[in-house]
DNA sequence: ATAATAATGCAAATCATTTGCAAGAAGCCA
DNA sequence: TGGCTTCTTGCAAATGATTTGCATTATTAT
């Protein structure tokens, strides 16, 4: 093992495809080092000009495609926020909710238990049990 | 006033329009009864199916035109839940999140103000002063 | 009423994303 | 390694939701 720092390389992307009976190609392997490598939250198309810096060929298309199967096999998680096109995320840890920071774009994660047991606690009164959710703070930097 | 019980007539909206000093022509209100009446969350399309039925002469644009401007004014709200098109909602009341049954489509509304002191506790650590923010429940009807 | 101007219907345009299809690679086995 | 089968790709065209240009119609203040 590397460093111990390494939450997730692309090789894990690559494992996921590998088990999933997927081939490993030039362009998806391309992908997912860029997924593995930022730590942000590119669209398609930051992900498809980003790609195509290292391999020209690359389509969007393929960028789509390769977005749609990690996220079916829950390697990557799509999120769209308010007003925008969809962004994607290496899913390595844990659950975690967003800020996004409306002059930037950036995307803050954090996550709060308390918030998970009470949105559990409000969909039991409510007569149902949650298969996912989303909550997203969209604000700006505090300046003082 | 009438019987206390209503939270807020098409009236209210018209209002809206004519203090923006626009105007209320027939398709208008014929949309905002319609978004007045029904205490549900309609998107685009059955807002003009509903409309259409009782003035065939509508077109979708309008209701997309007239959902605009309802937004900006802050007589309605649009939200868009996961894999939909945007939904409308009368804005009468007070602030509250949703619960999205994931079979029927149906949508619960619900507050929590332990939830909503959380979120601004989280911003606030972050160093960031929230604008809005969404928090939605996908979840099905529990059977027991 | 009437003019001034906003709103409408329709069709065409946009945006993000998906898909059909023929051509090009991967993976696997001999 | 060569060949074969099947998965992927790139491209262009299709989709779905929503918006917009424009000529026509309807509102509203006068």
Redesign the interface.
């Given at each position: 093992m590397s460093d111990g720092r390494e939450q997730s390389g692309a090789g894990e992307l690559e494992a996921v495809l590998k088990e999933a009976g997927l081939r490993i190609t030039r362009q998806r392997r391309t992908i997912l080092a860029i997924l593995a490598a930022g730590g942000d939250h590119p669209d398609a198309l930051a992900l498809y000009r980003r790609a195509a810096r290292e391999d020209p060929s690359i389509s969007l298309s393929t960028v789509y495609r390769t977005m749609k199967v990690l996220e079916e096999k829950g390697a990557i998680q799509r999120h769209?926020f308010?007003g925008g096109p969809a962004r994607f995320e290496h899913a390595d840890g844990q659950h975690h909710d967003h800020?996004i920071?409306?002059d930037t774009g950036e995307v803050?994660e954090?996550r709060?238990d308390?918030?998970e047991k009470?949105?559990e606690e409000?969909?039991?009164e409510?007569?149902?049990?949650?298969?996912?959710?989303?909550?997203?703070?969209?604000?700006?930097?505090?300046r003082d």
């Open positions: 769209t308010e800020l920071d409306l803050v954090f709060s308390r918030i009470l949105q409000i969909a039991r409510l007569g149902y049990e949650i298969v996912s959710h989303r909550l997203e703070l969209y604000g700006r930097r505090r």
